[in-house]
């Protein structure tokens, strides 16, 4: 009867699982070779976790010369979102990940594919008609709502819900009832007829966690839904083994049902692809950890980072060190090296929850930016400001190499100067510099009183020569330190510091909100010499007139 059920079932299906076999036969990679694939449903949002995701698939893949694969899950219609595709490829590739195959902006890549489940029909179709045949699946006639009485009636007796055992009654439909049904034109899914058993546990080596306990799958699942469209179980499944993937990495979220995935690769008598399921980008808040929410954490989305012109490098950097525990002391001993050279392992993922800190990633941001050359910056800056900040693009560009000066003070030495984070951070960072919008963003320093800080202007303005060297300029500040009250030198303040108004920080500082309209910048001098003699003096003088 199972012959002639899948007959009645798929009588459009002439293909086998042997033609598909031999369309996509195993890859001729080397064994060490990981072949992975990233499955994002084209949703129109594309978030961090995401990126972690396929930062893990792209390093597997690449450190053991295999490849990675981008496939699109694309078999719930309603959540289709128009131009998601483009987004979760040109975000990924913002941030470095590239994919050897599959679906591209230039078409479709490789000889695995459709690589679209929406055009695989065909191969689930296939798929599903051999499981039937073998007497392995079933049409099922339940409605949503019969579904619901039986979840009901289970709840009330709490019993595990679903569909299975007795409550499975489409099981044992006869094949004359199946057949007037279906040319009664009633509805029917495709189930798994399960022979598992839930009280017998197996154990399971998981990538990242290592050894795990899962029990068997009992539940008659939906692997075709009515529109005979795959369900997420049956077409990973499906598209797994025929894109002859050998490492699959997904969400926790999927661990719960990774019994029916097992039963299913069993039934299909495939070998199974390694499994590894990352944890949860969690955040702490309120001395609590919850998982980041795309409704309540906008840091969430890839677009944050794109928007705020985070540098790529900066977030890959930060998501290699939630990845690998021992990455930021690797990072320590290896200052210059890509991050690709690192030996990444999934079995030193965390498996608790990976705890996301826009904090440690801004630190890090520091660091990496340290690293990059000014040039490199600017251009940054150019690219994003040109999408995001229009205002700021303007500006780039008329002062650009002024700015590549500025930028640079600072950077050199034993302790550069680690001021920069990301492109809205340094515009703001930055700003001093355009008299277009400038602000005095800090008041004068406690110590200098408004007749201090009118003495000490005037004097500076008087005696400011703009080819005076650093040391030069500085005799100058002492100078009028000293014949203010204050005193230029420090140990004599603070072993006597009723004797004088203030010290020469405040004197400096003083000089220093008036010219650049903050207490702290980098070396005030080196400021004045790319600003110009004229900008220096204005400042000066405009500062004197609101005293
Ligand atoms: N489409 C699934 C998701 O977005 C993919 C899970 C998987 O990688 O298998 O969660």
Redesign the pocket.
């Known amino acids: 009867m199972s012959r002639e059920l899948a007959e009645l079932l798929f009588p459009n299906v002439d293909k086998t699982l042997e033609y598909y076999e031999e369309k996509f036969p195993e890859r001729k990679f080397e064994k060490k070779s990981k072949i992975t694939r990233?499955?994002?449903?084209p949703t129109g949002f594309i978030h961090l976790g995401n990126l972690y995701g396929a930062l893990v698939d792209e390093r597997m893949a690449h450190l053991s010369d295999g490849i990675m694969l981008l496939r699109i899950?694309d078999t719930d219609d309603k959540r289709r979102v128009e131009g998601s595709e483009e987004l979760i490829i040109n975000s990924l590739k913002f941030f470095g990940i590239e994919f050897d195959e599959g679906v591209s902006l230039d078409g479709e890549v490789g000889e695995y594919g459709p690589y679209r489940q929406s055009e695989r029909k065909e191969i689930y179709q296939t798929a599903a008609k051999f499981l039937t045949e073998k007497g392995m699946a079933y049409p099922s006639f339940v409605s949503e709502e019969e579904m619901e009485a039986i979840r009901n009636q289970q709840e009330k007796e709490g019993v595990n819900t679903g569909y299975y055992g007795k409550w499975a009654t489409d099981r044992d439909l006869s094949f004359e009832t199946i057949k007037s049904n279906i040319e009664a034109g009633k509805p029917w899914t495709l189930r798994l007829r399960s022979s598992g058993d839930p009280e017998i546990a197996m154990k399971f080596i998981d990538g990242i966690r290592g050894e795990i306990t899962v029990r068997q799958n009992n539940l008659d699942v939906v692997i075709l839904k009515q529109n005979g469209i795959p369900t997420?179980h049956f077409a990973?499944v499906v598209d797994d083994h025929f894109m002859r993937i050998t490492d699959?990495?997904?969400?926790e979220e999927?661990l719960s049902t990774l019994p029916i995935h097992l039963e299913l690769f069993h039934v299909m008598g495939w070998r199974r692809p390694n499994y590894n399921h990352t944890a949860h980008l969690m955040k702490s808040e309120d001395g609590k950890k919850r998982k980041l929410s795309k409704r309540k954490d906008p840091e969430l989305s890839l677009e944050y980072y794109m928007k705020d012109g985070y540098f790529p490098e900066a977030v890959t950097e930060y998501l290699m060190t939630l990845m690998n525990s021992n990455y930021e002391e690797w990072r320590m001993k290896n200052p210059e090296k890509s991050f690709k050279e690192f030996a990444f392992k999934t079995k030193n993922m965390s498996s608790s929850g990976a705890l996301f800190d826009l904090n440690k990633l801004n630190d890090i941001s520091k660091d990496v930016l340290i690293r990059l050359s000014v040039e490199e910056i600017m251009d940054f800056m150019l690219s994003w400001s040109e999408k995001f900040d229009k205002n700021a693009n303007s500006l780039l560009n008329q002062y650009k190499d002024d700015l590549i000066k500025i930028l640079s003070i600072g950077r050199d030495g034993k302790k550069p100067r680690k001021d920069l984070v990301n492109c809205t951070q340094i515009m703001q960072f930055i700003s001093y510099y355009f008299d277009e919008d400038f602000e005095y963003v800090d008041k004068m320093p406690e110590r200098v009183s408004n007749d201090d800080a009118k003495a000490i202007l005037e004097q500076y303005l008087k005696t400011y020569n703009h080819s005076d060297s650093n040391e030069q300029w500085f005799e100058k500040v002492k100078i009028i330190t000293d014949g203010n009250g204050f005193t230029s030198n420090n140990k004599e303040f603070k072993k006597n510091p009723e004797a004088y108004k203030g010290n020469i920080t405040d004197v400096s500082t003083a000089i220093r909100v008036a010219v650049v309209g903050r207490q702290q910048s980098p070396d005030l001098w080196s400021i004045q010499q790319i600003m110009g003699e004229e900008r220096v003096k204005n400042r000066i003088a405009e500062y004197l007139k609101q005293l």
């Open positions: 990233l499955g994002p449903s899950e997420y990973h699959v990495v997904r969400g999927w």
